[in-house]
């Protein structure tokens, strides 16, 4: 009933040949993998992912942003981007994979093979715009499985569900504009790469399209679980979507050196039961791609627990919305949807 999906070529992307100290190492997928090797795999059936065409990476970048980052990483062993992102002579390589692991889920679940699919990928991909790459990240993954479902795979309604922690700014530019793609983002307010505010529901006619569910550092599992099931569910019921995408990052772990909030392991197999019983009703796909994570135990553990439970694996818990955050995001999401 899953699909998981990775390459090898994940690996030799390294921002360490440029920052020695940068966070985003191959550890954080070997980490994943040694830990689901350990048991099993879950059971899940684990496929190669290939690589995307260049023509896919166009569905959501510019050929010119394109044709840029593989001619850094083919120059002279690569490069600094900005301050936080660089590429190696492996990392457009590596960022075909990436792309392309998440298009071939896409394609898998809405061929029915199978229901649920996680793509364990590096580098990550929902800060990329369509003409730029920062935070890391080089194609915007989730992006561009998206806009293959739409153009290419017969689907009307794409819902993504961004849990970093980190604001998916890339993914929102992309469909600022669209009421064909939903674009939800929970994350911590404040932080890179700023933007993200409440306020802000997209544009023209893809406006109520975007909505960002911005939360305070220090915010534990209580609040996020009060925003998804109260906030998110029951748009996402309306807008009833034929596929959801998760941008599946696992940095708002309390071990996580990059931000400060507050979630357990097990905090997102919580959250990712509320998103398989959504897909359950709707009868539509679901499939989850890497985003960050920079604690490598705490990032394995997160991930086997979120693949368990998409597998289904426990019972999603309702609770009493919390009282105060939750009610401001409710009125302003209700001046869209009815809640």
Not at 101 to 113: D, F, K, P, S, V
Not at 152 to 175: C, I, K, P, S, Y
Not at 204 to 211: A, F, S
């Amino acid at each position: 009933m899953a699909l998981y999906f990775s390459h090898p070529a994940c690996l030799e992307h390294d921002p360490r040949e440029h920052l020695p100290s940068h966070p985003d190492t191959p550890e954080r997928l070997r980490a994943i993998e040694r830990r689901l090797a350990a048991a099993d795999w879950l059971g899940w059936e684990r496929r190669e992912a290939p690589a995307a065409s260049e023509a896919d990476l166009e569905l959501i970048h510019t050929r010119e942003h394109v044709e840029a980052v593989r001619e850094l990483s083919s120059t002279n062993g690569g490069g600094a981007i900005d301050p936080d992102t660089y590429v190696g002579d492996a990392s457009f390589r590596a960022a075909l994979h990436a792309a392309g692991g998440a298009c071939a889920m896409t394609r898998e679940l809405l061929a029915g093979e199978e229901e649920v699919g996680f793509c364990a990928i590096r580098p990550s991909g929902h800060h990329a715009e369509p003409d730029r790459a920062m935070g890391f990240c080089l194609f915007d993954n989730v992006a561009i499985a998206a806009e293959l479902a739409i153009r290419a795979l017969g689907v009307e309604r794409v819902m993504v569900l961004d849990w970093d922690v980190h604001h998916g700014n890339g993914t929102v530019e992309a469909f600022r504009q669209r009421r064909d793609v939903l674009v939800v983002g929970l994350h911590q307010q404040g932080i890179y790469p700023g933007g993200g505010s409440i306020a802000d529901f997209g544009s023209g006619e893809g406006e109520g399209y975007t909505i960002n569910l911005p939360v305070p550092g220090g915010s534990e599992e209580d609040l996020w679980l009060s925003l998804l099931e109260h906030i998110v569910v029951p748009v996402a019921q309306s807008f009833a979507p034929q596929l959801i995408l998760v941008s599946a990052g696992f940095d708002a772990h309390v071990d996580d050196p990059l931000a400060g909030c507050r979630l357990e392991s097990a905090s997102f197999a919580r959250m990712a039961r509320h998103l398989r019983e959504l897909a359950r009703v709707q009868g539509a796909p679901l499939g989850a791609v890497l985003e960050g994570g920079y604690s490598p135990p705490a990032l394995a553990e997160s991930v086997e627990l979120t693949m368990r439970a998409l597998a289904g694996e426990g019972q999603a818990e309702s609770a009493a919305p919390e009282a105060m955050l939750t009610s401001r995001a409710a009125s302003h999401v209700g001046r869209h949807w009815q809640l």
